[in-house]
């Protein structure tokens, strides 16, 4: 199972909806939706869920030679829908 998979997986068992997720090399571009019942924190949370899983997943299938771990710091916007094709068209490119 390769990593866009693994992550929209673990997502969608914590009510995260994952409209676009496209990767490059350093790091990855993902518009999603959240269940509010189910985290009520935000997307603050559910990113850190997101990272935090998928790295164990890129660790305990050794894609690459030495640990991994994402960086730290992250950039998160909330996105009108007015604008939602415009983000998607961006992610996918």
């Known amino acids: 199972m ?3 998979n693994t992550i929209r997986e673990n997502a969608k068992k914590k009510g995260i909806y994952i409209d676009r997720l496209n990767g490059h ?5 993902c518009l999603f939706g959240l269940n509010a019942d189910i985290i009520p924190q935000g997307g ?3 990113l850190q869920f997101l990272k935090g899983e998928s790295s164990y997943w890129i660790n305990k299938e ?3 030679p030495t640990t991994f ?4 710091e992250y950039f998160a916007v909330s ?3 007015s604008m ?3 983000v998607r068209l961006y992610i996918d490119r």
């Open 2 to 4: 390769e990593l866009p």
């Open 79 to 81: 996105v009108s829908e």
């Open 44 to 46: 603050t949370k559910a």
């Open 69 to 72: 771990e994402w960086a730290d």
């Open 84 to 86: 939602l094709d415009t």
């Open 62 to 64: 050794r894609i690459v």
């Open 25 to 29: 090399t350093e790091h990855l571009h």
